[in-house]
């Protein structure tokens, strides 16, 4: 870990992203997965005396810019190259110096929707970096390892990464993520970190994707709280209690929060001290560091518990092999109005709106103070919209005098586990009011709203939000979707958008 920012501090790139979501793309509820291995304890083991040789044969010490950083650099790839993953060599310039990320990718899975893992590879130039971070990096090389003994198939693409220079600020991870085209970082479902687990006096830290534990501002973009859940699931699975930890923005997961990237992780402790009630909870010494050795020359091989290392190997491995493996739900139906599939305008002819109707179409972008109608849509280039041309001013065409509705085609469901996501938004001028709204409402045997937004006296920018919600209570029956939206607040400027509605089992 850095020197950059003290724990507890927070990072300036850490920024609260406010979407309602339920599940993290790609990793449905309800999926089922391969059975995680149990790595060995002393291959993570050897990896670390390999690191701890390499530092000793190079100036005790494997920081960037240095040979030992090279050398460690060259053993992970060797490693990864005869397991069969397809690795680069990442280079890049800090200080005057030259220094290298190792992406290693493992054949197959869904190219677009990819789980990401690393650790930062680098020490700090006083010491060989066992714990810091040679434990994150033995750990995800042995579980990359372990894919490739296995032979894994997993349905998501797998990609583990060493970055470079974390401890001069995160500059290797940083180059990754700013280097990457954004169609690329899109690609990137979910980041895992791992930095520091085997300290010595060892806590339990899980990264707080939601801020579940109320103590900071913890949540990451949405998702990480879905990471969060699966790693805590396994210690839970082990008896082992966790505590969150923020994402203070010390270790490489910032530069991929920083784009909306969701992100997870665990952390054993690093220069804080371990308090009473910590030490009640986990066992070792109240009133001492986490590691004592914590960016010095003694954080050596000595430096490490082995209880700690292989819980959190192991806890790497589960939830590598949970979320990639998933087999993700089948879609019922679904509808990203690409083509025309029968949705209705003002189905129950009640609708009181006088313009900005709802359509499908390719929306064009209005402003006022910020983005009203959004140009853009989630994907493709179609969307439901209210009114879609721009005209000659924002309000030519958003919705006015009232209520705009439209209602999807009959939907057959399933039995069994039901969950309907859609992406949406809700834009309007500070002339508005809680009178004003976007309503999305399931009608089958009783009616249910399933996402209400209301307005305000306060600017609200269009900016597409997702949700999941469960559809368990309409199981079996034939469903139609509706959605209306609210200009009720005079000369108010309101305008909505939806895309990308899917049902699945």
Not at 7 to 31: D, E, F, N
Not at 479 to 488: K, M, Q, T
Request: glycine fraction near 12%.
């Amino acid at each position: 870990m850095p020197l950059t920012w003290r724990k507890g501090m927070r990072s300036p790139i850490v920024a609260a992203i406010a979407i309602l979501s339920l599940t993290m793309a790609g990793l449905p509820a309800q999926a089922t997965a391969a059975a995680a291995p149990d790595l060995s304890l002393a291959n993570v083991k050897a990896h670390l005396s390999q690191l701890q040789s390499i530092a000793t044969a190079n100036g005790g010490n494997r920081a960037h810019g240095r040979s030992g950083y090279l050398a460690s650099a060259n053993y992970v790839m060797g490693q990864l190259d005869a397991a069969g993953f397809s690795t680069v060599l990442q280079s890049f310039t800090y200080n005057g110096a030259t220094g290298y990320n190792v992406i290693a990718d493992w054949p197959g899975g869904d190219p677009n929707d990819i789980l990401m893992t690393g650790a930062h590879l680098d020490s700090v130039t006083a010491g060989p970096g066992i714990n810091d971070n040679g434990s994150g990096s033995a750990s995800i090389l042995e579980t990359a390892l372990e894919v490739a003994r296995q032979s894994l198939q997993p349905a998501k693409h797998l990609r583990f990464a060493w970055w470079g220079a974390e401890e001069l600020g995160l500059r290797g991870s940083q180059f990754y993520v700013s280097n990457l085209p954004v169609a690329e970082r899109a690609k990137i479902k979910g980041y895992l970190n791992f930095d520091m687990v085997g300290s010595p006096n060892a806590g339990y830290f899980v990264y707080d994707g939601d801020n579940s534990d109320g103590t900071g501002s913890g949540p990451g973009p949405a998702g990480s709280a879905a990471l969060e859940r699966t790693i805590q699931d396994y210690f839970t699975s082990i008896s082992v209690p966790t505590r969150g930890t923020d994402f203070d923005g010390r270790s490489d997961y910032g530069p991929f929060i920083a784009v909306g990237i969701p992100a997870g992780g665990t952390f054993t402790g690093a220069e804080g001290i371990k308090s009473a009630a910590q030490a009640t909870l986990w066992g070792g010494t109240a009133g001492q560091a986490f590691d004592v050795c914590y960016h010095r020359a003694c954080d050596t091989t000595a430096n490490i518990s082995d209880t700690a290392l292989d819980r959190n190997a192991d806890a790497i491995a589960y939830t590598v092999w949970t979320i990639a493996t998933a087999v993700p739900p089948a879609v019922v139906w679904q509808d990203t109005f690409e083509t025309a599939t029968g949705w209705t305008v003002n189905p129950n002819g009640t609708d009181t709106a006088t313009l900005g109707q709802w359509e499908r179409g390719d929306p064009e972008a209005t402003t006022s103070s910020g983005a009203k109608q959004l140009g853009t849509t989630v994907s493709g280039v179609n969307d439901l919209v209210t009114g879609r041309p721009a005209g000659t001013s924002a309000g030519a065409f958003d919705v006015d005098g009232g209520i705009s509705s439209i209602q999807s085609p009959p939907i057959t469901l399933p039995t069994g586990t039901l969950n309907l996501s859609l992406s949406w938004y809700l834009a309007h001028g500070s002339n508005a009011s809680s009178a004003d709204y976007l309503r999305v409402r399931v009608v089958g045997s009783t009616t249910a709203t399933v996402l209400q937004q209301l307005g305000a006296v306060s600017d609200r920018d269009g900016a597409w939000a997702a949700t999941t919600v469960g559809l368990n209570a309409f199981a079996g029956q034939t469903v139609r979707i509706l959605i209306d939206v609210a200009d009720a607040s005079g000369a108010s400027l309101v305008e909505a958008g939806v895309d990308d509605v899917k049902i699945t089992r």
